[in-house]
């Protein structure tokens, strides 16, 4: 089994930061990519970043230059600091991570977390 927990959510004030992170725990044999999306009401569920296991990382234009992905391989979490936030960032955030699981690591899918919840007041 399974599980990513995120924390770090909350209300903050436009221009405030938040660092969020999701820690991966369970039966895995590697972590591959690893990514935030967002969803805020209404509104479809949407690339936030994307972080590989090597390699460059990748960021939705209206958060770049705002926010950084970056992980810890050590403790299988990634985290999403953002920065300047804006009332528009606001939504609920999950986290996403492409996990080979079980001994042999033969088995591969993405696993999502339950979502931690950022509201920014302007």
């Known amino acids: 089994q399974v599980q990513l927990v995120e924390s770090g959510g909350g209300l903050v004030q436009a221009g405030g930061s938040l660092r969020l992170s999701c820690a991966v725990s369970?039966?895995?044999?590697?972590?591959?990519?690893m990514g935030w999306y967002r969803q805020a009401p209404g509104k479809q569920r949407e690339l936030v970043a994307v972080i590989p296991s090597g390699g460059s990382t990748n960021y939705a234009d209206s958060v770049k230059g705002r926010f950084t992905i970056f992980r810890d391989n050590a403790k299988n979490t990634v985290y999403l600091q953002m920065n300047s936030l804006r009332p528009e960032d606001t939504a609920v955030y999950y986290c996403?991570?492409?996990?080979?699981?079980?001994?042999?690591?033969?088995?591969?899918?993405?696993?999502w977390g339950q979502g931690t919840q950022v509201t920014v007041s302007s």
């Open positions: 369970g039966s895995i044999f590697s972590i591959n990519a």
């Open positions: 996403k991570a492409d996990i080979n699981s079980g001994i042999r690591g033969y088995s591969r899918r993405d696993y």
